[in-house]
């Protein structure tokens, strides 16, 4: 076989991330690498920082991206927060809360699980309930917005009812910064982690996180080191604190941190509350058309993320055919369903640079089309006016 360059074919992205990154971002990515402990560069990390802090809408000290992807924002939480013999209540409802049980594990300590039905907000009863039962609890964790699902829960109350219990947070955000609000220091979350690829709409492999002081006071009064030394926070500050001396600790991915900034700046100039807007109204669009074409949303309207469109794949239809064509034929990327909505559900996100009009003309016109073709029982002809109208007001 003969080796060559890699150029990846056009696609458009709509599927649970990463999202379309905007060729600013891309350049930005491609600048001359420098050294990680070149005064440029730690200028540039302290405004990645700022930025951040923006993004979180949050004045924690402790605001960086870690260098790995989100699932490494989860475990720098769990690996710092949670000792051995900790309780620690999850509250589950799809695939990523499933993955916070097993780093409760893998830390040592105890997991309670809090479930709820798939497709639904937590229920903060339910949390009160077991937090009555396990009075002993440490820490509650939750996901923000569930990217299995596209159902957004009432972090704010939850974490209030934590606070009551006297219990520390953990919050995943991982697809919900940028796209919806995330308010950091008014919902008094402790700690927080997201992901480069979603709504910041950057290349994948950073997860910034945020800890308060009280989650780090936890930090600092540990009784046992942490299972990971890369992911030890007392370790990696000394190279992430603003100001201070800078400490070797790991090469950090100096040109993905361009991409981050650059992304982080893009957020800025538009304006979170902006950006917050225009991702609700290409769902109202995005879900005009959806509901003209006959398909159904499996998150009741009131707790749907507008960035994260799950519908019920129509009766008779190959999933997968259906995505297959979509992309050689079209170019566009949808998301299967995860977990045990495999099978059921697509998942189209609507997520940063990806949440454009262009995008959803593309995948109504591109869905009716082929399933059309294919005979799936669908309305034909009216999807796109429904779209466009939306789109008008
Ligand atoms: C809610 C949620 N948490 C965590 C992750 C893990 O992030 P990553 O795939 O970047 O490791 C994802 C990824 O899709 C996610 O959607």
Known sequence: MQLRSFNPPPRTLMGPGPSDVPPRILEALSRPTIGHLDPAFIGLMDEVKELLQYAFQTKNALTMPVSAPGSAGMETCFVNL????????????????GRMKENVERCGGIPIMVEDTWGEAIDPGKLEDALKSHGDTRIVAMVHAETSTGVQSDVATLVKLAHAHDCLTIVDTVTSLGGTPVKMDEWEIDAVYSGSQKCLSCTPGLSPVSFNERALEKVRQRKTKGHSWFLDLNLVMSYWSTGAKRAYHHTAPINALYALHEALLILKEEGLEKAWVRHRKNHLALRAGLEALGLTFIVKETDRLPQLNAVTIP????????????????NLEIGAGLGALAGKVWRIGLMGHSSRAENILLCIGALESVLGEMG???????????MQQALSR
Not at 87 to 93: I, R
Not at 315 to 330: F, M, P, W
């Open 82 to 97: 949670v000792e051995p013999g900790d309780k620690v209540v999850v509250c589950q409802n799809g695939v990523f809360g």
């Open 315 to 330: 009766q008779g239809v190959d999933d997968a055919a259906v995505r297959g064509r979509l992309l050689s034929e079209y």
């Open 376 to 386: 799936a029982e669908i309305n034909q002809g009216v999807a796109l006016p429904a």
